[in-house]
T-cell receptor
Framework: AQKVTQAQTEISVVEKEDVTLDCVYETRDTTYYLFWYKQPPSGELVFLIRRNSFDEQNEISGRYSWNFQKSTSSFNFTITASQVVDSAVYFC?????????????FGAGTRLFVKA | SAVISQKPSRDICQRGTSLTIQCQVD?????MFWYRQQPGQSLTLIATANQGSEATYESGFVIDKFPISRPNLTFSTLTVSNMSPEDSSIYLC????????FGPGTRLLVL
């Protein structure tokens, strides 16, 4: 069965610190997608990244980087030099294809506070 | 990515009433989904809205409570029926298939 665990409920950092958000997943499928979404206080969900199960290459986008390791079933997200605008809830998600189409489940989310 | 709009953006309703939420996409999409996000919680999938056929509901959600329509490839509605305070949530529509993009959400408060 699918499962996504974000063990960190809340993280508080001071601006310019680096912070890593952890995500551990469970799946029996060999083909799946992993995602990170950001939900700022305004409430909309913003797509950040998608990784498929066959692509373990790490990715960097500006201050954001993602580390995908199938050996540990983890897909961690690092923000370098955090800023106040990074304050949000971050969700990790897992998507598998089944008979009804793609089904996505979300982790519980990690609330990040970045203090000035 | 598609541009998704939802109406209403927020509403306050009395218990026992129903509210219909609209989701409009600026391009044709194969898959549309409806999620619920209860206060301080994660997202839970309510159903997949299928064009031209009945929606596929997840465990714990039934058509009588959450009827869904999808008359074409750019539009869907979710109705929250016979509301109670426990239905107070953010309701989000999203489009897929592989990567889901979300609408801005509808914040519902039931008194």
């Amino acid at each position: 069965a699918q499962k996504v665990t974000q063990a960190q409920t809340e993280i508080s950092v001071v601006e310019k610190e680096d912070v890593t958000l952890d995500c551990v997943y469970e799946t029996r499928d060999t083909t799946y997608y992993l995602f990170w979404y950001k939900q700022p206080p305004s409430g909309e969900l913003v797509f950040l990244i998608r990784r498929n199960s066959f692509d373990e290459q790490n990715e960097i986008s500006g201050r954001y980087s993602w580390n995908f390791q199938k050996s540990t079933s983890s897909f961690n997200f690092t923000i370098t030099a955090s800023q106040v605008v990074d304050s949000a809830v971050y969700f990790c998600a897992l998507s598998e294809f089944n008979t009804g189409g793609f089904k996505t489940i979300f982790g519980a989310g990690t609330r990040l506070f970045v203090k000035a | 990515s598609a541009v998704i709009s939802q109406k209403p953006s927020r509403d306050i309703c009395q218990r026992g009433t129903s509210l219909t939420i609209q989701c409009q996409v600026d391009s044709q999409v194969t898959m549309m989904f409806w999620y619920r996000q209860q206060p301080g919680q994660s997202l839970t999938l309510i159903a997949t809205a299928n064009q031209g056929s009945e929606a596929t509901y997840e465990s714990g959600f039934v058509i009588d409570k959450f009827p869904i329509s999808r008359p074409n490839l750019t539009f869907s509605t979710l109705t929250v029926s016979n509301m109670s305070p426990e239905d107070s949530s953010i309701y989000l529509c999203s489009v897929g298939p592989e990567t889901q993009y979300f609408g801005p959400g509808t914040r519902l408060l039931v008194l």
